[in-house]
C-alpha cells in the first residue's frame, strides 16, 4: 500500500464564503471543490475538481498544493474515490481573535467585521438546511484556525449546533490556550467529545511570550495547557500539541519547549517561520530560517541537538531540511574534519 496525503480524500474546510477546499485554502492556492451555497454538496465533494485534485496526488503530482508553506500528511491507506461524505469538517473562516501574535495578523477594522458578519449570517441561515446531512456523516470538526473559538459567540454557538445534530462528533481545536479553562470546555459541552487540541504557545518564558503576544497571559496560558494535560492522562483527550513558529525572539528556547512537552505528555511541533509581507523590515528580522538572517547559522545548530529526535517533538519539513550557511570554503572544509 502507498503513501499518500490523506486531506483530498477524508476532509473538507469550509470558508465564509461558501468555497469548500481539501485542507487550508493557502495551501491549496484557494483551488476551491466549489461553493457550499451554489451547488450541491455531491456535486462538489464528488465534482470534476475534487476528482482531478485526487487524480493528481496519486500521481505524486502536487502542482495544486503551496509546498513552500505545507506539510502535506502522508499516510498509508487505499484512496478512496467513492467516499460519500468526508471524515472531517473543518471551519476555519472566524477571524475573531482576544489576541495578537506580532507574526499572525493586522488590527481588523470595521469594514472587514461587517464583511465577516455577513457571510457569516448566511452560513448561520443556511447551517441545517446545508451542513446537517455533512455534520451527520463526519467524525470530527476541527476549528478554528483562523481565530479563538472562545472568544467567538459565533464560533460557539456553531458547536452547539453540530453537537446537537451529532452527539457522537469529536472536536479537533487549534487555540492561543488564554480562554480555554476547564469551565468553557465543561459549559460548552467539549471534555469527553475532544480528540486533539492543538494550543500555540512559541515559548517557555513569559519575557519572550510576552514578545510575541499581545494580550496574553502566560501564566493562565500555562494553567489551562496543565488542565489539558490531565484530561489526556485520563483519557479525554486523545492528542495535546503544543505549537512553536520559531522565530529569532524564540528560537533558543526550542530545547526547552521541547522538554515541556515531554513534561506535559504533548508534542512539540516546531513550525518556520512564513513570511507574508516579503518586505516588512519586522518580517526580516523574525524570519530567522531564511539563510540571509544574520543569526542563521545558530538556529541550524540548535536543531542539530539530540533532543529534537525525541519521540514527542515533530519538526516540519522545512527546518528539518536546513543546512549550514558557510562564508568562507575553509568553513566548510573545517566542519568536515569535525565529523
Avoid at 487505499?78 to 471524515?87: G, H, L, R, S
Amino acid at each position: 500500500m502507498s503513501k499518500y496525503c490523506k486531506h483530498p480524500f477524508h476532509t473538507i474546510q469550509i470558508q465564509n464564503t461558501g468555497e469548500v477546499y481539501c485542507c487550508c485554502c493557502y495551501w491549496t492556492n484557494f483551488y476551491s471543490f466549489g461553493n457550499i451555497f451554489e451547488k450541491s454538496f455531491d456535486e462538489i465533494w464528488n465534482g470534476d475538481k475534487a476528482k482531478e485534485f485526487r487524480k493528481q496526488f496519486v500521481e505524486n503530482n502536487y502542482k495544486y498544493c503551496n509546498l513552500d508553506v505545507c506539510d502535506p500528511f502522508f499516510k498509508e491507506f487505499e484512496p478512496d474515490f467513492t467516499a460519500d461524505y468526508p471524515k472531517k469538517v473543518e471551519f476555519s473562516y472566524d477571524r475573531r481573535c482576544n489576541v495578537r501574535c506580532i507574526f499572525c495578523r493586522n488590527e481588523k477594522n470595521k469594514e472587514e467585521e461587517e464583511y465577516n458578519r455577513q457571510k457569516e449570517k448566511r452560513i448561520e441561515e443556511n447551517f441545517d438546511r446545508i451542513f446537517t446531512p455533512i455534520i451527520e456523516k463526519a467524525e470530527i470538526v476541527e476549528l478554528n484556525s483562523a481565530g479563538e473559538l472562545f472568544a467567538s459567540k459565533h464560533s460557539i454557538e456553531i458547536v452547539k449546533k453540530i453537537i446537537r445534530i451529532n452527539p457522537n462528533i469529536e472536536f479537533n481545536i487549534i487555540s492561543n490556550g488564554i480562554l480555554f479553562t476547564e469551565e468553557n470546555i465543561i459549559e460548552l459541552g467539549l471534555k469527553k467529545r475532544l480528540n486533539t487540541v492543538i494550543i500555540s504557545i512559541h515559548a517557555t518564558k513569559e519575557k519572550t511570550y510576552n514578545k510575541l503576544v499581545e494580550h496574553g497571559d502566560y501564566n493562565v496560558l500555562m494553567k489551562n495547557v496543565k488542565y489539558l494535560s490531565i484530561l489526556k492522562k485520563e483519557g479525554f483527550l486523545k492528542r495535546l500539541q503544543l505549537n512553536f513558529v520559531v522565530t529569532s525572539i524564540n528560537y533558543k528556547e526550542m530545547k526547552e519547549f521541547v522538554k515541556l512537552a515531554k513534561k506535559l505528555n504533548a508534542e512539540a511541533f516546531f513550525i518556520n517561520y512564513h513570511r507574508q509581507i516579503d518586505s516588512d523590515e519586522l518580517m526580516d528580522k523574525l524570519d530567522i530560517s531564511l539563510p540571509s538572517h544574520p543569526k542563521y547559522n545558530n538556529l541550524v545548530k540548535i536543531l542539530g541537538n539530540s533532543i529534537f529526535k525525541e519521540e514527542c517533538c515533530v519538526l516540519n519539513d522545512y527546518l528539518k531540511n536546513l543546512k549550514p550557511k558557510y562564508k568562507k570554503l575553509s568553513e566548510r572544509i573545517r566542519d568536515l574534519f569535525k565529523k
